[in-house]
């Protein structure tokens, strides 16, 4: 591997959470209804993905981890649409640059699966293989060929919870795949994938909170606003659980959460926040395309209908509970 595509994979993949992230999204796009996560020392020394979408077919396993292989762009108007798309092929030559991965992978169509070992980038091994439709990628012992990204690692307590918080968002902004986290082998999050965004509440943060909620769902300025916001008097006393999705993907939004607050204004006392799960449904052209696809905060092409739509979608659901 040349340092420069050691950095490049570097700058993708900063933490075990990142590699956690891009694994999920692929087992999502690949269609699976369930997927299961499993880390060990914080996700540094193992992680194992599981799910049972589409797989891949023997011939396509070497190629799905060159760079910019991606099997979803495939037209301009896809590339338009590339905020969207995490890392456009990067992932798993990205990941198999730092660590150890393996494979193993089938697809509906063929009688036997394939397993595929590869680490540092370097030409992996394909072999048949007895499994499952879907696709299970285990990661070994990330940064073991760049100590110093190895350094800059948090303590795998540290760690696993980045894994965790990335793994919940994903879980929230996809109720219709059930998701499973075994941390440290003790399962810590396990969605119905019932498609029913308030039980995937439930799942994720629990009766207490699941049970202070008031529904949103309101339409203004071309953009959807649904999902939930707390009680006034279940309000919390700072931002850590405002969450917002933007179809259906998580994103920091300032318009969103300076919206969150402003409909709440005269309903909260001095020190107390709202908290949301609140999605958002808008027109891709209307999403800032300059953000950095592997950041997550975002900006749109006008803030201010978008502001109103979550001002109104708020006030609307107060509203409601005061009736
Ligand atoms: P991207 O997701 O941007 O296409 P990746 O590097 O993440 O790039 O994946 C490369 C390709 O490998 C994907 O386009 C897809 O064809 C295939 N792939 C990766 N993960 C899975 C999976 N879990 N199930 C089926 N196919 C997958
Ligand atoms: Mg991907």
Same mark, same amino acid.
């Given at each position: 591997k040349s340092v420069s595509e050691l950095i490049a994979a570097g700058e993708v993949i900063e933490r075990p959470a990142s590699i956690v992230k891009e694994l999920l999204e692929n087992?999502?796009?690949? =269609?699976?209804?369930?997927?299961?996560?499993?880390?060990k020392q914080g996700g540094?020394?193992?992680? *194992?993905?599981?799910?049972n979408g589409i797989g891949i077919a023997r011939e396509d396993v070497? #190629?799905?981890?060159? $760079?910019?292989?991606?099997?979803?762009v495939r037209t301009e108007d896809d590339l338009t649409n590339i905020a969207t798309l995490g890392?456009?092929?990067?992932?798993?030559?990205?990941?198999? %640059?730092?660590? =150890?991965?393996?494979?193993?992978?089938? #697809? %509906?169509?063929?009688?036997?699966g394939s397993r595929y070992l590869i680490q540092g980038g370097e030409n992996g091994t394909l072999e048949e293989a007895g499994c499952p439709n879907g696709t299970t990628i285990i990661v070994r012992d990330l940064f073991y060929?760049?100590?110093? $990204?190895? =350094?800059?690692? /948090?303590?795998?307590?540290?760690?696993?919870?980045?894994?965790?918080?990335?793994?919940?968002?994903? %879980?929230?902004?996809?109720?219709?795949?059930?998701? /499973?986290?075994? /941390?440290?082998?003790?399962?810590?999050?396990?969605?119905?994938?019932?498609?029913?965004? $308030?039980s995937a509440i439930y799942s994720v943060f629990g009766k207490d909170f699941a049970t202070g909620l008031l529904p949103v769902n309101y339409q203004h300025n071309g953009i959807r606003v649904s999902g939930f916001i707390t009680k006034p008097a279940c309000s919390r006393t700072n931002r850590s659980m405002q969450h917002f999705f933007v179809n259906d993907r998580y994103v920091k939004t300032r318009t969103g959460m300076a919206a969150l607050e402003e409909g709440y204004k005269h309903s909260l006392m001095v020190g107390k926040f709202p908290a949301c799960v609140l999605?958002?449904?808008?027109?891709?052209?209307l999403v800032d395309?300059?953000?950095?696809?592997? =950041?997550?905060?975002? *900006?749109?092409?006008?803030? $201010?209908?978008?502001?109103?739509?979550?001002?109104?979608?708020? /006030?609307?659901?107060?509203e409601q509970e005061d009736i």
């Open positions: 087992a999502i796009d690949a =269609k699976a209804s369930a997927v299961t996560v499993e880390i540094i020394g193992f992680i *194992r993905i599981t799910d070497p #190629t799905a981890f060159l $760079r910019h292989a991606t099997s979803k890392f456009r092929g990067e992932a798993l030559a990205s990941v198999c %640059a730092v660590a =150890k991965v393996e494979l193993i992978t089938k #697809t %509906a169509g063929q009688e036997l060929n760049v100590p110093a $990204r190895l =350094k800059f690692l /948090k303590k795998d307590f540290s760690e696993g919870n980045a894994v965790q918080g990335i793994v919940e968002k994903i %879980a929230l902004s996809h109720p219709e795949v059930s998701v /499973k986290l075994i /941390k440290e082998n003790k399962t810590v999050l396990h969605t119905s994938g019932n498609r029913d965004l $308030r999605k958002l449904g808008i027109d891709y052209s395309v300059n953000v950095h696809p592997a =950041k997550i905060e975002i *900006r749109f092409v006008q803030e $201010r209908p978008v502001f109103e739509a979550i001002y109104f979608a708020v /006030k609307s659901a107060l």
